[in-house]
Each structure stands twice: as C-alpha cells, then as structure tokens.
C-alpha cells in the first residue's frame, strides 16, 4: 500500500541531531533483513568519525520511520550509504518517497550522479533503486551490486 497525497506530504527529511538520535537508534528492518544493512547505531558512529558521512531521519509528522545517510566524494558525487525504513512502516512506499526526497537533496547541492550498492539477495533494494532509475554499473568484489544515476540539475 502506498503513502496517500496527505502522507507524503507530511514525510519530511532531516539531518540526524540530538532530539531525533533515540528516534533513530530506535529504528530497525524485519528480522529477516538484519544481515542486509548495518544498525544506525553502526552508521550513527561511522558518521560521528568521518564528516563526510551525513546521516539523514525520515520523519512522518514527528515520527521517526526510515534512516539514511550519504557520503560525498571527492569528484562531488554522492555515494548513498544506508536507506532503511521501520519494519513497522515498511510496505507504505515510504522507502521510495525517502529516495525521492534524498535524490532532491542531493541534486539541490550540485550532485550529478548518486551511487547506491546493495547485496544481490536483497531484491526488495533492487527494484526499488531500479523504478527510480538506478543502473547496475558494476558488482563489488565482495559481490554487492553498484548502481548508478545520473541527476539532472535541480529545476530541468
């Protein structure tokens, strides 16, 4: 089922700061998810070590429902680390409307192209990435598919 107009329009994306970081932490995937992404705890910390991690909330209102977070790289495009919804609120295209809502971040800083890497089990992430146009460019060498988009500049 997917969000209604109201719903997305009540979803907004924020940067991870101390009033949401419990929110945050409180967070977590189905079980049978686990081994498919790192804990925000794990992200909150490897963002608390390398400033050019940038942890992101997804907000319902002001209700904690997804966590994501980037990275920027040298040549200014954007590596997209974690996006994860609540294994309550999953299934309500939350997780789509979090891509959107990145993808449009990101553009709005002068990012031309987002890669995204997902474990090739995790076919959920596969075509999610895919209906917002992500390509396959290449696969890891510990066998994770790296996808790539191509953002036009904001406004076109």
Do not use: C
Not at 75 to 85: F, N, Q, T
Not at 103 to 111: I, N, Q, V
Not at 115 to 138: D, K, M, T, Y
């Amino acid at each position: 089922m997917s969000a209604t107009p109201s719903e997305r329009a009540r979803v907004a994306l924020r940067p991870v700061d101390d009033r949401n970081r419990a929110a945050v932490l409180a967070l977590s995937v189905r079980q049978d998810q686990i081994n498919l992404i790192a804990s925000n705890a794990q992200s909150l910390q490897q963002a608390a070590q390398e400033a050019r991690l940038q942890p992101r909330v997804l907000l319902e209102g002001d209700r904690a429902v997804g966590f994501a977070m980037y990275a920027w790289r040298d040549d200014g495009s954007a590596y997209i680390w974690r996006v994860m919804i609540d294994a309550a609120d999953q299934g309500r295209g939350l997780g789509k409307r979090l891509m959107e809502l990145l993808l449009e971040e990101l553009r709005s800083m002068g990012a031309e192209t987002a890669r995204i890497s997902h474990r090739p089990q995790n076919q959920l992430a596969a075509r999610l990435f895919e209906s917002l146009g992500f390509a396959e460019v290449a696969v890891e060498t510990d066998g994770e598919v790296i996808r790539e988009l191509r953002l036009p500049a904001a406004g076109r």
